[in-house]
């Protein structure tokens, strides 16, 4: 005859499992925020705030330097006395081959410029990101989340 009640051991074994989950999540629940964790907090929303901004731009200027790309190569297979039409602001320019070429080369360096710009302020604002994740996990461990979804 087996009985299906837990034994002495298993029913110990079970409560010290659900006692020290509680403890634990009991742990994170009272951890204290203090003025500078709140604000490390919120210096890290911020910057991820910034970071997506950043990520946006950076894609935008690419794809431009991709369209100039294909510009400029489209410029070489036109015959040179024919004008082409530049767009400039919102208005469309006609210039001379050589004119509109030394423009898109001119229109790629800049974006280059900026490209770069762009990169070393990502590399920066994700450094100052993973100082900050450092900072707060060593401090509030898994009762708080620093990650995208």
Known sequence: MSSSKPTKSTKKTQDSAITSADLQREEERDVEVKWEDQNRINQFSKLSTRMDRLEDEYKAQKTEKEYLDDLAMEIELLDEDEPVPYKIGDAFVMLTLEA????????????????????????????????????LYAKFGQAINLEKN
Do not use: F, N, T
């Open 100 to 135: 509109a070429q030394e423009r898109v080369e001119k229109d790629k360096a800049a974006i280059d410029a900026q490209v770069e710009g762009l990169d070393s302020q990502i590399s920066q604002v994700s450094s100052e990101m993973e100082e900050l994740k450092k900072m």
